[in-house]
């Protein structure tokens, strides 16, 4: 049972423009949300994140988005750049006793920022 | 400060063989989760430790294992290796401050044959 989904495998966007990427979840316990972006040979690297009490968090130009009624968030990027192009993971977060918070991570969606 | 780090980096074992992985978190962090990526899974959440005790535990065989040093550096084995444990083990370190930010390694490409 996947909690947490990015329906989408694969984006291209031209440079410039803004990328939209998307994620569903279905667990109501998570309470924290990130998103991490993977180049090829390398770890997962913080990107951005947004607590469950906001709707909405920027970082230069990246802005993630919370829906909490329907479960959903997304990322923006504005403008992509080629530099950009990588493999973006949305990933949950909830307590799971112990002090300890476990990450549930999407599948995966790899964005091409075509020049 | 220094990153996380993992050695070694890449690992071909045949099946039936052990296998054992380690890795460094940042300075300074305690937890430390390990975490299995497959083309077809995403990543898998294994377990985690925090002050050498193992906190919470993913939905993996026993075959599977850890444990954590005094120093926060934990090592992860895997034992009777099978065809389908071949991916990316990744381990991810966080600070007390920061519970939900993980920041990971580089990863450990194991390949089964």
């Known amino acids: 049972d996947q909690q947490v989904k990015q329906n989408s495998p694969s984006l291209s966007v031209q440079e410039g423009r803004i990328s939209i990427l998307n994620c569903d979840y279905t667990n109501s316990m998570f309470d924290y949300f990130l998103w991490y972006k993977k180049y090829p040979a390398e770890g997962p690297t913080f990107l951005i994140s947004i607590s469950s009490i906001k709707d909405k968090n920027e970082d230069g130009r990246f802005t993630v988005f919370l829906n909490k009624s329907a479960k959903h968030l997304s990322l923006h990027i504005v403008p992509s750049q080629p530099g950009d192009s990588a493999v973006y993971f949305c990933a949950a977060s909830t307590y799971s006793g112990a002090g300890s918070y476990q990450l549930t991570f999407g599948k995966g969606t790899k964005l091409s920022v075509i020049p | 400060k220094a990153g996380v780090t993992q050695t070694p980096r890449y690992l071909i074992k045949t099946r039936g063989q052990q296998v054992t992985l380690s890795c460094s978190p940042i300075?300074?962090?305690?937890?430390v989760s390990w975490y299995q990526q497959t083309p077809g899974q995403g990543l898998q959440f294994l377990f985690e430790y925090f002050s050498e005790t193992q906190r919470n535990k993913g939905n993996f065989p026993g075959r599977f294992s850890g444990r954590q040093f005094s120093n926060s550096r934990s090592e992860m084995n895997v034992s009777t290796l099978e065809l389908g444990d071949s991916a990316l083990y990744l381990c991810a370190s966080s600070s007390v401050e920061g519970l939900y930010e993980q920041y990971f390694g580089p990863g450990t490409r194991l390949t089964v044959t």
């Open positions: 300075s300074g962090h305690r937890s």
